[in-house]
Structure formats: C-alpha cells, structure tokens
C-alpha cells in the first residue's frame, strides 16, 4: 500500500450515519422526501441568529478585501479572543484573558488540539464517558494515545462513579465530558461535576500527575425547561474547555470554535503552548477569518431553541405514548430510546421498512439504544409517529 493504512482505514469505512443519509437520498427518489423520516443527522435546521447575516452584510460593505480575508493571527484575531473572553467573564464571573483562548474549526479541531497537545508517549490515555461521540477515539488515536471506556449509567445518564474510578490509572491523561450530551440529551448536574471534580483531585495525588478534564460543550446554549449548565473550570482547576459555535450559532459548515487554556490549569501557559504547537503541527491555524469577525458582533446569540424544545416534546410525548422506552432530554437536541429488542442494530434495519432511518447507538458505545436526532421539521416527526406505532407492534 502506497498510503498509510490507518488514514486509508478511516478514509474508506464510512460511518452508520452518513450511510443512513445517502440511503435516505435514494428512497426519496424512489418514494418521495416527504415520505422519509430522516432522523439520522445532527445538523441544526434553526436558521443563525439575524445577526450573523447582517455583520456579513456590514462586513462586506465596510471592510476591504484583504482586511476581510486576510490571514489573522495563528491563534485568532486579539479582537475575536477578546470578545470570547468577555462574553464568558460576564456570563461565568470567570476572568478568562484573550490569550487563554485559541481559535479553531469546531470542536472537532478544538478537540484533537487538546488530544495531541496533552499526549506525551502512546502510554497515555484518555477516558470517554458513554454514550459518546464516535469521533473522540479517531481523535484520540491519531494523536497517538488510546481511549478507554466508561460504560453508561442508563438509568440517569450521568456519570458512573464506581466504574470511572476503575478505569482510572497511571496513564490518565484526560477524561473527555460532554454535556449537553451527544446523542443522551442528558446535562450533567452540579453534584455530577462535583464528585468528578473531587475524583479526580483525589486520583491526582494518588498518581502524583495531572488529569485533565476536556470538557467538549457545542450543545451548551441547547437546553430546555431551565437546565443549567455548570461552567467546568469553576469547579476544576485542570480544565480544557472545547467549544464550538456550530449549533448555539447554526454555523456547523463554518468551522468556528474555539480552546480555552484558563489560567488556573498547571502550567497553563506550557499548555496553551503546545496547543498551537498542535496547531501548527496539524495546519489548523488562522480559523475562518470572517467567522471570527462575526463573532465579535453575534457572541451571546442563539438560534430560536423553541423550535428545538416544540421538537422535544412532540417527538418524546408521542413515542412514550406509542410505549417507547425514552430519556427525557434537558440538552442538545437527540432524543435516546431503548431499542424494543436488545440488538439495536437489527432495530434500525426494521425502521428502515417505516422508512424511518435511526442511528443504532453501538458506536456511541451504548448497544441496546437509539438515537433519534430531533433538529428536523416538526409536521416531518408528526408524519413520522404513525410510523413509530407500527414499527413498536412489530415487537409486542
Ligand atoms: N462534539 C460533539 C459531542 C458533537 O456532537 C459534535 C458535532 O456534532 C462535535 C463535537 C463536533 O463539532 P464541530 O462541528 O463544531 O466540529
């Protein structure tokens, strides 16, 4: 092979999801779109805050094209930094300065900057929470460490303590949260963030090395009923936070987020270091340029999350009814099911015979369970029940 194998690997398989979309194209052509009741994508359907259009607007009429499109600073634009740290210094009370924060393209870029700037031989490892996005172990292992598994605590979709602390060793580099949660829709609790905040300050001394917490938050804005979402390095001193405006803002296909290194984590400023060293090794440098711009007008803004929450509840009201075994979601905008037989997989397959297309949570590291993405047009779900009510009859 003229290629290196695990890059050809992860560049031919392609994932359940992006299967189950090109399927869903297929039978729309055959059977019609509004026949199909995709559910398989996390792609925001909330348009952007009017915000973002008119700064572009602005932008264009009053920048010239090479202050617009120009190459900014390998970390970020001062001005974008500053406006980031800002806005969480007034939300959090926090005192996050410009330069703790590096600019990057989503969570994704965020996420694998941290993954690679904290691995330091292949002993090391981080620890993924399930249920949890499929992307962490390709991240992981690319940056040449391994990722162990924390089995999910399905009853609350919080954290199992008991089984966490099993998994933790010499080799902990990092435990990757992320909550709103991909695909659980659980939010963590203060008390969740506590006890792990008090673990692993014990696990600390133990060990005599730092763990850190990279705390994976695109979903942090997404939450409903009044859920709130504990600002992790208030309660952890050794915490990496990884964000991403593509669904708070609806602008996944801009590639814009960013890393906060606060000042606080040990040898912060060794860190953030080897953060944009992971940067530079890796050619995420200068992130979008007009995006960085954008954000120094729309930070704060959302798209309408009502839409997302009208979702919610049509879609969990209706498949409890139909008998449907689900978590309620305080966060993000998946919807988790039991599968009715414990091969979800085989589920899947079945709903497909709806023309519902589902996404089996095997890859999430939780079998047995579903995820129903629920960012799609609401007569769509309303379509979609009857569908569910005969797919659960196949089972009873
Ligand atoms: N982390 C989680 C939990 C996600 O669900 C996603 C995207 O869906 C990402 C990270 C990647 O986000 P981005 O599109 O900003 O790279």
Known sequence: MIVAEDMYRLGSQRSVIRDLFEYGKKLAAEIGAENVYDFSLGNPTVPAPDCVNETIRSLTQTLDGITLHGYTSAQGDEEARQAVADYLNQTHG??????DLYMAMGAAAALSLCFRALTVDSSDEFIAIAPFF????????????????????TKNFQIDFDELEKRISKHTKGIVINSPNNPSGAVYSEDTIKRLADLLCRKQEEFHKDIFILADEPYREIVYDGA???????????????????????????????????????????????????????????????????????????????????????LYEGLTKIGYECFKPQGA?????????????????????????????DGFGCPGYVRISYCVDYDMIKRALPAFGRLYQRYV
Not at 340 to 355: G, T
């Open 134 to 153: 499929p992307e962490y172990r390709v991240f992981v292992e690319a940056a040449g460490a391994k990722l162990a598994v924390v089995p999910a605590d």
């Open 333 to 361: 905008f998946y919807l988790f099911v039991k599968s009715p037989s414990a091969d979800s997989e085989a589920f899947c397959e079945l709903a497909k015979e709806e023309h519902l297309l589902l996404v089996p949570a």
């Open 228 to 314: 709130k979402v504990p600002f992790v390095t208030k309660y952890y001193k050794n915490t990496l936070v990884c964000y991403s405006f593509s669904k708070s803002l609806s602008l996944p296909g801009e590639r814009i987020g960013y890393v906060l290194v606060p000042k606080e984590v040990t040898d912060s400023r060794e860190v953030y270091a080897a953060i944009a060293g992971a940067g530079r090794s890796l050619g995420y440098v200068c992130a979008p340029s007009l995006f960085q711009k954008v954000l120094v007008s729309c930070i704060g803004q959302t798209g309408d999350i009502k839409e997302y929450k009208k979702n919610r509840n049509l």
């Open 94 to 99: 926090t005192h996050v300065k410009a330069d």
